[in-house]
């Protein structure tokens, strides 16, 4: 766990200064943090990891590491130009990374990061993590989901409701993960005296629904809303990582420090030099402006056209023929490649009235089944506390076999200890405080979630999906 809290100091050019409080802890469920944070006067970012075991962690502590390095009073409207170059910078670490250590493939991170010049914010984002802001009791929403289930409610083939219960709503679309395509929405925010913001990954913001985000945020205090704003998330089942950062708008001069949170405080990033082929190039000519509008330089595309049959064009038959068997083909060796892939996944689920670990993934496709049962477990569900019994059954899903046992060890520990113990309060970390930034050590994870990205929104690596969100007004210890 590590937390902050600071103010922001302004210079002789800066309106408006930054106060806030920044919070970053594993969760009563996940076994490692792979969130990491930035909280500075001039710069606030969260991160939030994705791609297995001691990757997730370091995918999101080189995004902040990198991010850290522009942290400053930044030139007058250049703010958007330093982030888009932070971000760029970022992934190219990424890609060489994963070029050293193929193990690492499929790894990559969320970044929301927001420059503060001391009138207008400017904000960066890709993935699904969030920022908002509070202004006269109203919460604003300023990032857009990178997502699958968002790209369903844009085209409105879905409602709210049925979003926040989606099977695939941690299904991503686009992050930092060293593809060319990664490139983050940039806008300015202007910002006055009385603002609030909140950065925060999806572990909250994934949990809690918007209208109790603004009931906490509204709480005068920072601390106490930082503290409102955890409290939620454990009781909507604190089943991710953790991590807020909360600022305010305020005048007058201040004195603060700056913090690093979550796994860019430990992680250790191996000392990797970017390829001479990965270039700015590639990235800066699909940076797009988050008012749908590209960036100077970049390339319009419409996503839907790439999935859309373009009109033949006139050809001798023959070559279309060939054409078409090639297309054929291609789309066999596809299905063939994405089916063996999908026998190296794991997930802990029911079967029948006992717990048991599968291989594939939970969800299936009219006619085709995408898992089998593995091994069938001695642990009956009805051992289990209800919170529990839930999870089973809606699949958690983990990123190996071992971890899939170790699922099942830590199962039969909570049946064992909530059969013969009273319920007692909920255990938590420590209530979050004005201290150098802590977390815990890297550890193997409960899984990261099933991340695809766009190149154009091509899928990249999967990885392994991330335990299925299931809100309860119960914290697990609770359910006992």
Same mark, same amino acid.
């Given at each position: =766990?590590?937390?902050?809290?600071?103010?922001?100091?302004?210079?002789?050019?800066?309106?408006?200064?930054?106060?806030?409080?920044? #919070?970053?802890?594993?969760?009563?469920?996940?076994?490692?943090?792979?969130?990491?944070?930035?909280?500075?006067? #001039? $710069?606030?970012?969260?991160?939030?990891?994705?791609?297995?075991?001691?990757?997730?962690?370091?995918?999101?502590? @080189?995004?902040?590491?990198?991010?850290?390095?522009?942290?400053?009073?930044? +030139?007058?409207?250049? =703010?958007?130009?330093?982030?888009?170059?932070?971000?760029?910078?970022?992934?190219?670490?990424?890609?060489?990374?994963?070029?050293?250590?193929?193990?690492?493939?499929?790894?990559?991170?969320?970044?929301?990061?927001?420059?503060? +010049?001391?009138?207008?914010?400017?904000?960066?984002?890709?993935? +699904?993590?969030?920022?908002?802001?509070?202004?006269?009791?109203?919460?604003?929403? &300023?990032? #857009?989901? #990178?997502?699958?289930?968002?790209?369903? $409610?844009?085209?409105?083939?879905?409602?709210?409701?049925?979003?926040?219960?989606?099977?695939?709503?941690?299904?991503?679309?686009?992050?930092?993960?060293?593809? %060319?395509?990664?490139?983050?929405?940039?806008?300015?925010?202007?910002?006055?005296?009385?603002?609030?913001?909140?950065?925060?990954?999806?572990?909250?913001?994934? $949990?809690?629904?918007?209208?109790?985000?603004?009931?906490? =945020?509204?709480?005068?205090? &920072?601390?106490?809303?930082?503290?409102? &704003?955890?409290?939620?998330?454990?009781?909507?089942?604190?089943?991710?990582?953790?991590?807020?950062?909360?600022?305010?708008? !305020?005048?007058?001069?201040?004195?603060?420090?700056?913090?690093?949170?979550?796994? /860019?405080?430990?992680?250790?990033?191996?000392?990797?030099?970017?390829?001479?082929?990965?270039?700015?190039? +590639?990235?800066?000519?699909?940076?797009?402006?988050?008012?749908?509008?590209?960036?100077?330089?970049a390339h319009e595309v419409d996503d839907e056209a790439r999935y859309t049959p373009l009109p033949p064009a006139k050809r001798r038959l023959g070559r279309t023929l060939v054409g078409l068997l090639a297309l054929v083909l291609v789309l066999g060796a596809?299905?063939?490649?994405?089916?063996?892939?999908?026998?190296?996944?794991?997930? @802990?689920?029911?079967?029948?009235?006992?717990?048991?670990?599968?291989?594939?993934?939970?969800?299936?496709?009219?006619?085709?089944?995408?898992?089998? !049962?593995?091994?069938?477990?001695?642990?009956?569900?009805?051992?289990?506390?209800?919170?529990?019994?839930? =999870?089973?059954?809606?699949?958690?899903?983990?990123?190996?076999? /071992?971890?899939?046992?170790?699922?099942?060890?830590? $199962?039969? /520990?909570?049946?064992?200890?909530?059969?013969?113990?009273?319920?007692?309060?909920?255990?938590?970390?420590?209530?979050?405080?004005?201290?150098?930034?802590?977390?815990?050590? %890297?550890?193997?994870?409960?899984?990261?979630?099933?991340?695809?990205?766009?190149?154009?929104?091509?899928?990249?690596?999967?990885?392994?999906?991330?335990?299925?969100?299931?809100?309860?007004?119960?914290?697990?210890?609770?359910?006992?």
């Amino acid at each position: =766990m590590s937390s902050a809290d600071g103010n922001s100091e302004s210079g002789p050019a800066v309106t408006f200064n930054l106060r806030f409080v920044a #919070h970053s802890e594993t969760g009563p469920v996940r076994k490692n943090n792979q969130d990491s944070g930035f909280a500075s006067r #001039h $710069l606030l970012a969260v991160a939030d990891g994705m791609g297995g075991a001691a990757a997730g962690d370091l995918a999101s502590a @080189v995004a902040i590491d990198t991010l850290s390095r522009v942290d400053g009073s930044p +030139d007058d409207g250049a =703010m958007l130009e330093v982030l888009a170059d932070a971000f760029s910078r970022a992934n190219e670490r990424i890609a060489a990374l994963v070029e050293d250590d193929f193990s690492l493939e499929g790894m990559g991170t969320t970044v929301t990061a927001g420059l503060f +010049d001391g009138t207008q914010l400017g904000l960066a984002h890709i993935g +699904d993590s969030r920022a908002y802001l509070l202004r006269g009791g109203r919460l604003e929403r &300023l990032t #857009h989901d #990178h997502s699958w289930v968002q790209s369903l $409610l844009d085209d409105g083939k879905i409602s709210t409701e049925e979003a926040a219960v989606h099977p695939h709503r941690s299904l991503l679309l686009k992050v930092l993960n060293g593809q %060319p395509s990664a490139a983050p929405d940039l806008e300015l925010i202007p910002v006055q005296v009385g603002d609030r913001l909140l950065f925060c990954s999806d572990g909250v913001c994934g $949990l809690v629904d918007d209208p109790d985000l603004a009931a906490a =945020m509204q709480t005068e205090s &920072l601390e106490d809303a930082l503290r409102r &704003l955890v409290d939620q998330a454990y009781a909507a089942g604190g089943i991710d990582n953790i991590t807020i950062i909360l600022a305010d708008i !305020v005048e007058g001069e201040a004195t603060g420090g700056t913090f690093v949170l979550g796994a /860019a405080s430990e992680r250790s990033i191996p000392d990797v030099v970017p390829g001479p082929d990965s270039g700015d190039d +590639d990235v800066e000519d699909t940076v797009v402006v988050s008012d749908g509008t590209p960036a100077e330089g970049a390339h319009e595309v419409d996503d839907e056209a790439r999935y859309t049959p373009l009109p033949p064009a006139k050809r001798r038959l023959g070559r279309t023929l060939v054409g078409l068997l090639a297309l054929v083909l291609v789309l066999g060796a596809g299905v063939g490649t994405g089916y063996a892939w999908t026998r190296t996944q794991y997930y @802990v689920g029911a079967a029948g009235e006992q717990v048991a670990i599968y291989q594939g993934l939970p969800d299936s496709v009219p006619g085709i089944s995408l898992s089998r !049962v593995y091994e069938v477990q001695e642990l009956r569900l009805a051992a289990l506390p209800p919170f529990y019994q839930d =999870m089973v059954r809606s699949a958690i899903e983990v990123d190996s076999l /071992a971890a899939a046992r170790s699922t099942v060890t830590t $199962l039969q /520990a909570t049946a064992e200890r909530c059969g013969t113990q009273q319920p007692s309060p909920p255990s938590r970390p420590a209530t979050p405080g004005p201290s150098l930034p802590t977390s815990p050590s %890297p550890s193997a994870s409960v899984s990261p979630g099933l991340r695809t990205t766009p190149g154009g929104d091509a899928p990249s690596t999967p990885s392994a999906p991330s335990p299925p969100r299931t809100p309860s007004t119960a914290t697990p210890e609770q359910s006992c």
